[in-house]
């Protein structure tokens, strides 16, 4: 079965660091773009990051000087660092993937669980 499975959230001070890691299992041909979604409660589900397989990045207006966004191939991993972070980060953050399960199926969109990240004031 093919998962995205988060770690790394939890609760941090204002200013402080955080680093989510997402790591996709199961059988996989290839994994092409990936990104890093947010979502509060009432609110739409935020795109904070992306980063395609040759490891193009771009981040959200709101994230630019504190998150970066990166990926291990090799791992079938896709990292989010979040830096400085402030209270408005505090959401729930799920990962999300284009995968290719094999050379006769389509790319399909993937999701994570999500993991809760809560900044303090």
């Known amino acids: 079965q093919v998962q995205l499975v988060e770690s790394g959230g939890g609760l941090v001070q204002a200013g402080g660091s955080l680093r989510l890691s997402c790591a996709a299992s199961?059988?996989?041909?290839?994994?092409?773009?990936m990104a890093w979604y947010r979502q509060t409660p009432g609110k739409q589900r935020e795109l904070v990051a992306t980063i395609t397989r040759g490891g193009r990045t771009n981040c959200a207006d709101s994230v630019k000087d504190r998150f970066t966004i990166s990926r291990d191939n090799a791992k079938n991993t896709v990292y989010l660092q979040m830096n400085s972070l402030k209270p408005e980060d505090t959401a729930v953050y799920y990962c999300?993937?284009?995968?290719?399960?094999?050379?006769?199926?389509?790319?399909?969109?993937?999701w994570g669980q999500g993991t809760q990240v809560t900044v303090s004031s």
């Open positions: 199961g059988r996989i041909l290839r994994i092409n773009d």
């Open positions: 999300n993937a284009d995968l290719t399960l094999s050379w006769y199926t389509q790319t399909q969109n993937y």
